[in-house]
């Protein structure tokens, strides 16, 4: 099993920025997928942004141009770069791998963005 630790949330103030990190106890290249979810409470858990071992990546319509997810390949860390941060973007926020049948989840970090 890939063990996923997240840190980097917190409480900021609309239009901030915020840098989650996702440290993943496998090389990360190896993986299919990596990705960040987050879930709002009441609201189902949602894909936001994914960066497949090709390094190609995909973002939730209402977050391009403002997330951004990257990898330090030599740290095994994936990162989400939230910029111009709004309410509707306060959620738990989980990092997530898919490799064939691996399905692992971290315990997710709380970003609160505050109007």
């Known amino acids: 099993q890939v063990q996923l630790v997240e840190s980097g949330g917190g409480l900021v103030q609309t239009g901030g920025s915020l840098r989650l990190s996702c440290a993943v106890s496998?090389?990360?290249?190896?993986?299919?997928?990596v990705g960040w979810y987050r879930q709002a409470p009441g609201e189902q858990r949602e894909s936001v942004a994914t960066?497949?071992?090709?390094?190609?990546?995909t973002y939730k319509d209402s977050v391009k141009g403002r997330f951004t997810i990257s990898r330090d390949i030599a740290k095994n860390t994936v990162y989400l770069q939230m910029n111009s941060l709004k309410p509707e973007d306060t959620a738990v926020y989980y990092c997530?791998?898919?490799?064939?049948?691996?399905?692992?989840w971290g315990q997710g970090t709380l970003v609160t963005v505050s109007s």
């Open positions: 960066v497949t071992r090709y390094a190609i990546t």
């Open positions: 997530h791998v898919l490799h064939h049948s691996l399905n692992s």
């Open positions: 496998a090389n990360i290249l190896g993986l299919d997928v």
